[in-house]
């Protein structure tokens, strides 16, 4: 069974910074492609940012240039650097794992951005 466990949300004023982390209890290949996604309250799941296994990455417009997402399979793990948040960042973030065509999804961590 795959779980991805996701750590590092918070509370945090404008302008601070934020690190994610999720675990997943599977071995992630180079083959898997690994990613961060957020959910606003009363807007529908979106994507943040996304690496594949080759280290290509693609970021929402709207967090490019403040946030970065980077990998260690040796750990099976996805971060997610957020410097320079907005209050328009608040929202439950999800780690999301594409393992051999199946999706799997972290439980969310609550970040909330204060102006």
Not at 31 to 47: C, D, F, I, S, V
Not at 82 to 93: A, Q, R
Request: net charge positive; with cysteine; glycine share 12%.
């Amino acid at each position: 069974q795959v779980q991805l466990v996701e750590s590092g949300g918070g509370l945090v004023q404008a302008g601070g910074s934020l690190r994610l982390s999720c675990a997943a209890s599977v071995r992630v290949y180079s083959t898997n492609t690994m990613g961060w996604y957020r959910q606003a309250p009363g807007k529908q799941r979106e994507l943040v940012a996304r690496i594949t296994g080759s280290g290509s990455t693609n970021y929402a417009d709207s967090v490019k240039g403040r946030f970065t997402i980077s990998r260690d399979n040796a750990k099976n793990t996805v971060y997610l650097q957020m410097n320079t948040l907005k209050p328009e960042d608040t929202g439950v973030y999800y780690c999301a794992l594409t393992r051999f065509g199946a999706d799997y999804w972290g439980q969310g961590t609550q970040v909330t951005v204060s102006s």
